[in-house]
């Protein structure tokens, strides 16, 4: 299934232990690369990173912008960037995407009226809304027939919005036919009513 998402296009596809990493970091967690293999052994991944790999795989990620280092030789440290956690929203996205096989008759609705004084949390919203393929109802309501509504509650917690961001999860909405018709062209294996 070829995914559509948005502005926000990326050159090449990460591989399994690039992801981890960039999971691993995005607990807002500042970590070293000894700190990085001892998750390795404690998750006990599927792929093993000596320290020379580690660090190999660590500097990519730094060189593409997704992780910052802090700090010099063994007192780096290292953490997620924006533009990190973008992509693994994006990533995050591509999974759900891929492992629904059917469609569980639920309409997601995101409701906002945020002020003035929180724009920055209102760009943030509608550029997720987008990025996720959310289809706009009026023009602070937004739908979607998937489970994507974490990305929201973690938008609501982080900047403390929740009077201001709604969420609903309904199988009794009426959507009109025209958003109906999108979704299920975007999705035809789902069969969206």
Same mark, same amino acid.
């Given at each position: 299934?070829?995914?559509?998402?948005?502005?926000?296009?990326?050159?090449?596809?990460?591989?399994?232990?690039?992801?981890?990493?960039?999971?691993? %970091?995005?607990?807002?967690?500042?970590?070293?690369?000894?700190?990085?293999?001892?998750?390795?052994?404690?998750?006990?991944?599927?792929?093993?990173?000596?320290?020379?790999?580690?660090?190999?795989?660590?500097?990519?990620?730094?060189?593409?912008? %997704?992780?910052?280092?802090?700090?010099?030789?063994?007192?780096?440290?290292?953490?997620?960037?924006?533009?990190?956690?973008?992509?693994?929203?994006?990533?995050?996205?591509?999974?759900?995407?891929?492992?629904?096989?059917?469609?569980?008759?639920?309409?997601?609705?995101?409701?906002?009226?945020?002020?003035?004084?929180?724009?920055?949390?209102?760009?943030?919203?509608?550029?997720?809304?987008?990025?996720?393929?959310?289809?706009?109802?009026?023009?602070?309501?937004?739908?979607?027939?998937?489970?994507?509504?974490?990305?929201?509650?973690?938008?609501?917690?982080?900047?403390?919005?929740?009077?201001?961001?709604?969420?609903?999860?309904?199988?009794?909405?009426?959507?009109?036919?025209?958003?109906?018709?999108?979704?299920?062209?975007?999705?035809?294996?789902?069969?969206?009513?």
């Amino acid at each position: 299934m070829i995914l559509d998402m948005g502005k926000y296009i990326w050159p090449r596809q990460l591989g399994e232990a690039t992801i981890w990493y960039l999971e691993i %970091l995005s607990g807002k967690r500042k970590l070293s690369i000894d700190a990085l293999i001892a998750e390795q052994i404690r998750d006990n991944t599927t792929f093993r990173h000596n320290r020379d790999k580690a660090r190999r795989r660590i500097v990519y990620l730094v060189n593409t912008g %997704l992780v910052k280092k802090s700090g010099r030789y063994q007192n780096a440290v290292y953490e997620l960037t924006d533009k990190g956690l973008e992509r693994l929203e994006q990533l995050s996205m591509q999974k759900l995407r891929a492992r629904v096989d059917s469609w569980d008759r639920k309409w997601r609705l995101v409701l906002f009226d945020i002020p003035e004084s929180a724009r920055l949390a209102r760009d943030q919203i509608r550029r997720l809304l987008k990025e996720l393929g959310f289809q706009q109802l009026q023009l602070s309501v937004w739908v979607h027939p998937l489970p994507c509504l974490e990305y929201f509650k973690e938008i609501q917690r982080a900047y403390g919005i929740a009077d201001h961001l709604f969420i609903v999860q309904s199988s009794e909405v009426n959507i009109p036919r025209s958003i109906v018709a999108h979704f299920q062209r975007q999705y035809p294996k789902l069969h969206i009513k």
